[in-house]
Structure formats: structure tokens, C-alpha cells
């Protein structure tokens, strides 16, 4: 059975730091696009960091640039997401994804049909 499951969120202070982890059931991840997203009330799925299956090219949204860092890791068949000086923008359910490099952005949602259930992450100001 496939399956992705999100750890690490919580309730920090702005300027605090998270990781969220992303461990993997019955996928291969070398031939996947691995993505972070996040949604906030009221709002879209916004794609906030990713890793190309094909090159492993890391892909960041312009507001994380510099404090988020993506990684793979392998020992666990899964990624992280680490997140450092924290904003209460940056509440809101955090998701990763899996999808097939099909050309896509790997920031886009359409991109990946492959989805952990969400961990919440809020910042308090």
C-alpha cells in the first residue's frame, strides 16, 4: 500500500525553527518529483519547496528562499523540510507529495497525485 505521512508540526514562536519529515510506504523515490506544500484558511495549496526526480534540482518559493531547506533521506525513504526564522505567514497545514516528473513545475499541485494527510504548523507572533 502507498502511503506518505507528515511528522514535526507544532505551535513555535516567530523567529523558532521546525523540521517536518515526510516518511514514504511502497514508493521508489529516486523516480519521483518530491514536494512540500502548504495551505492556509481560506487560501489555495501553495507548492513552497520541491526536488526534480530527474535531476535532483532543489526548487524554493520566493518567500522561503533562505530560511527552508529540502532534503532527501534515503535511511528513511523519505524527505524533510527545515524551517528556520519562522513567520506567523508561514502558518498553515504543511503537505508533502509525490508525483512523476511530467514537465510540470514540481511546485505545482496539478503535479503530483501522491498526498500525505498534513501536519499543522503555526507561528505565533
Known amino acids: 500500500q502507498v502511503q506518505l505521512v507528515e511528522s514535526g508540526g507544532g505551535l513555535v514562536h516567530a523567529g523558532e525553527s521546525l523540521t517536518l519529515s515526510c516518511t514514504t510506504f511502497?514508493?521508489?523515490?529516486?523516480?519521483?518529483?518530491m514536494g512540500w506544500f502548504r495551505q492556509a484558511p481560506g487560501t489555495g495549496r501553495e507548492g513552497v519547496s520541491c526536488i526534480s526526480g530527474i535531476d535532483g534540482t532543489m526548487t524554493y518559493e520566493d518567500s522561503v528562499k533562505g530560511r527552508f531547506t529540502i532534503s532527501k533521506d534515503s535511511a528513511k525513504n523519505g524527505f524533510d523540510l527545515q524551517m528556520h526564522n519562522l513567520s506567523p505567514q508561514d502558518s498553515g497545514v504543511y503537505y508533502c507529495?509525490?508525483?512523476?516528473?511530467?514537465?510540470?513545475?514540481?511546485?505545482?499541485?496539478?503535479?503530483?497525485?501522491?498526498w500525505g494527510p498534513g501536519t499543522q504548523v503555526t507561528v505565533s507572533s
Open positions: 507529495a509525490l508525483g512523476v516528473p511530467s514537465g510540470r513545475s514540481c511546485l505545482s499541485a496539478a503535479a503530483f497525485p501522491n
Open positions: 511502497g514508493f521508489t523515490l529516486d523516480y519521483y518529483d
